[in-house]
């Protein structure tokens, strides 16, 4: 039996209070209530884990500027003119990440 279910079922079945099944488990009273009221409003769908991952990545660079991006350092790649070694898509996407400059306005040094 799951974790999750074991608390819930503390609460449903054998009637403890939040509190009394967080000191039991080791675990805070919110996630008691929050876990419990979750089962109340879905059910046995409470039991399974949630994705942690954010539902949109709001600064999140352009598709057509990745795109861009790709051809251009695919293109240098062929020329032989690229400062970094050929990679795959995977981590050569993951540099394309736009990072403000360090003397950016926004940002701050300490």
Known sequence: ????????????????S??????????SKTLVHKLHHRWL?????AF???SRRPQ???NRTAVPTRE?????????IGNGTDAEAPTSRGPAERTLAIRPHP????RRHR
């Open 41 to 45: 409003a879905e059910g046995d769908a």
């Open 56 to 58: 949109t990545t709001p």
């Open 68 to 76: 861009r991006v790709i051809a251009l350092r695919d293109e240098l």
């Open 18 to 27: 939040y509190g009394e099944v967080a000191a039991r488990y080791g675990v």
């Open 1 to 16: 039996m799951a974790k999750y279910e074991t608390l819930i079922k503390a609460v449903t079945v054998h009637h403890l």
């Open 48 to 50: 399974e884990p949630r």
């Open 103 to 106: 003397h950016h306005p926004r």
